[in-house]
């Protein structure tokens, strides 16, 4: 099998970064991680498990310490994962397929286990990684490219929620291919969050970054994101209306517009985003779900029903659904 760096940055991560290398450990030939800063033994354990390590002090930009990982990668194929991330043991066997062939892009399935039901394409825990799934309730996906041939030269971009994919697409690298093999994430529990302090790291990252690119549409969805997370519900809205003004297609930029319009208690431009959503995208059961809330807060209980059990016809394991209509039935 082609030989594999694992790259990763960290700062504090001594509750983490054992299981994250170990997980992957009998695939890679090469450890690199790039510390900003830890004040705890997250260098010490890296280092025992055979870690090269590489201190860059921390420059308000994730994307610096990401480059300068990969700078000191030598493996034929590079593999990127944060230090509370773990790939399953039973997953491993797969990589000598993916590295079989040097001229792609691999793009994961990255699950993000939580107990907060209300989240966004929320699904149950089912069994199916009884010891990654850990106490958790269920999870949400998202996909993200984190392996790559070396050869391909690819570097991070962003202040926050850095990625590669501008980098394939600026190199004309056509072929990213999707495995289902998934990254095991663990920081989108709020515990979590708040002992990283999150918030007040990522909103003036992301705020920099629509001023660096103030005609990328992404950049605006993210900050509004991060303001809505940290409860600062007006910003937020100006965010996603600066984000549907340039990319007015984008289906989930309407869905959160509208939940933060309706936690606002603007009903009716909630009710407006939200049906915009589901015009993009009739089977988006997250802007029916919001649409039932919306309803439920205005009284209007019949539509509300009709709004959850459309989201439940779309999404039959949509607990967020289930709940609400329970409640908007209770309330009828």
Known sequence: MASISLCMIAKNEE???????????PLISQIVLVDTGSTDRTVEIASSLGAEVYHVPWRDDF????????QHARGDWILVLDADEVIAREDLASFGKLTADSHRCIEFLQRHYSNDHRLSNFHPCEGEFPKLERKYAGYFESNCVRLF?????????????????????????HRVERTEIRIHHYGHTP?????????????????????????????????????NNNGRHLESVDAFIESTLLNPNYVSTWINLGYVQCELARFEDAISSLTRAI?????????YCNLGVVYMRTQ??????????????????????????GTCLALM
Do not use: M
Not at 279 to 287: G, I, Q, T, V, Y
Not at 304 to 321: D, H, K, L, Q, T
């Open 149 to 173: 041939p070396n050869h391909f030269g690819l570097h991070f971009r962003g202040k926050v929620h850095e990625l590669v994919e501008h980098s394939i697409r600026d190199l004309g690298i």
């Open 63 to 70: 994307s610096v310490p990401r480059n300068v990982s990969l």
């Open 279 to 287: 015009k993009l995208d009739p089977r988006a059961d997250e802007a």
């Open 300 to 325: 209007n209980y019949a539509q509300a029903e009709r709004s959850f059990r459309a989201a439940i016809g779309i999404n039959p394991r949509y607990v967020n659904a289930y709940c609400n209509l």
């Open 191 to 227: 515990e979590v969050k708040a002992s990283k302090n999150k918030g007040s790291i990522y909103t003036p990252l992301g705020q920099a970054k629509t001023k660096e690119s103030p005609r990328d549409w992404k950049n605006f969805f993210e900050l509004g994101v991060e303001y």
């Open 15 to 25: 509750g983490f970064i054992a299981q994250a290398i170990e997980s992957v450990a």
